[in-house]
């Protein structure tokens, strides 16, 4: 069984409309001091044992389905659960 | 400058259906192997210097904004940018 943390953010190229709306909600709360604010998902994945190298499942995973790859970039940790 | 990462999650006691939808997505693509799946938010904060410590600022913006902190819990990392 593995841990799997991914990270699905846009891309620095493309706008992030609703990270923008967020930085002027802060502002109205007085944290001026709040420069920029991007949002991305965050995927908790539990992984049991297989044939397959974990590393390919989750790209595959990730390219298919958790992140549009056009606008999109992913990273992703692997843990070893005891 | 300060580069802050925040992750926002379900607590482990609130059901994730959006996660339940994306697992039982991901069993239909064949991989079996996907034991749980559970969705978070992430967010990239840049934070200008301030006679406020950061933490308190982030803090302060997370129990207000970020997270709703009834169903969710949040952590964050700091890193300092050169």
Avoid: W
Avoid at 1 to 24: C, F, R
Avoid at 31 to 46: H, M, N, Q, T, V
């Amino acid at each position: 069984m593995h841990n799997v943390k991914v990270y699905v953010t846009y891309k620095d190229s493309v706008l992030d409309p609703q990270g923008e709306a967020v930085k002027g909600a802060v502002h109205r709360l007085g944290f001026e001091e709040i420069a920029e604010i991007r949002i991305g998902k965050y995927f908790e994945i539990k992984v049991n044992d297989s044939t397959q190298p974990i590393e390919r499942v989750i790209e595959e995973i990730c390219d298919k389905l958790l992140a549009n790859v056009n606008m999109e970039t992913y990273r992703y940790e692997i843990e070893e659960e005891a």
